[in-house]
């Protein structure tokens, strides 16, 4: 990849590589199976800097462009995806929010110790009744003096369980024509009124946590609110395009750590007398997903660059994460078919990987909207 990376990138890739084989891959298969949330490599995270690699060093952070920290998140995902989106979403949902609009006071209270480590932060945007069509939002926020009530309900949070704080969508004028009128709140998660769920069971992603949140007459002074008052839904969707090439990175690496357990696997098992990826049905198989996977690498990489170039990378990132996604699915899936009944076993990798790679083309946007975004994006103008 000589073509996107510098020697920091591949510096940085061999770190995360070596860090995610010594310290992620011997407990992978336990937190799985025991639906834990490894809440003891967030300091190891922290301390190699990979929760603050977008972000300037000023706040603790490592200072480095978007493709490095792309490339942080794809190893992350050749090895487990739940890591991979702890890390994800706490620096393109949690993070970044507060970094692209946050004061300077709130930045100073929180960046430091977001990037350190010392907790995460989260994203509610989602509600029961306000996925794909997030301008719906119910949740409301009133103002009464120096203060907002905030009731509501956010679903399938990320992180919501480790969370120091969270960025929330409310309704702050309910006469403005939707999606104007929402606000995003940047509210301690320890304040009054802000009802923790207890963690989601989940197809995949069984190492990462997600819960539900009630917002119940909960009082936030007025300086929670983060950036300007009613544009809050353009702000978090600023938030998400930087968050889909993150799903997408994350997308990439599951893709490619399934492909590479079925070549290894296609090389080592033997039936009718020979090796199985001599079976055309197999080997052409895994030299067109490969193909794929390069194609979808190269739009992964491209979306990153253009974002550090300042370009719009609502198109590109939508791109990216519908294709990436897309591919790490159908990788899984041929993954587990190219190991047999051996794939179907927990003990091998694949079942994991195919598990984990359903939620790609649904969270952070699903694949319909990825293809409505990138329409709009086509008939801009026309
Ligand atoms: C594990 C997990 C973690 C998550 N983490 C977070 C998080 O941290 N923060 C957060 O805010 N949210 C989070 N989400 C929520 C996620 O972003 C939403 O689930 C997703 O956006 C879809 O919304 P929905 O579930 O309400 O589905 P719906 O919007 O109800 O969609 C149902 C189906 O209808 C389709 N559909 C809807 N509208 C259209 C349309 N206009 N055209 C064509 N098809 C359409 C969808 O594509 C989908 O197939 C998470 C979800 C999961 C599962």
Known sequence: MKQYFQDEHYMLQDMVRDFAAKEIAPIAEELDREERFPVELIPKLAELGLLGIPFSERYGGAGMDTLAYTIVIEELAKVDSSVAITVAAHISLGVSPIFLFGSEAQKDKHLNNLIAGEYLACFGLTEP??????????????????????????????????????????VTDPSAKRPGGISVFMVDTKTPGFIIGPPEKKMGWRGSDTRALTFENMRVPADALLGELDVGFQQMMTALVGGRISVAALSLGLAQGALDAAIKYANEREAFGKKIHRFQGIGLQLAEIATEIEAARHLVYHAAMLKDQGEDVVKAAAMAKLKASEIAVRTSDFAVQVHGGYGYIKEFQVERFFRDAKVLTIGEGTSEVQKLVILKQLMKGL
């Open 129 to 170: 009744e306000a996925g794909s069509d997030a301008g719906g939002t119910k949740t409301t926020a009133i103002r009464d003096g120096d203060e907002w009530i905030i009731n509501g309900a956010k679903n399938f949070i990320t992180n919501a369980g480790y969370s120091g704080v969270c960025n929330l969508t409310a």
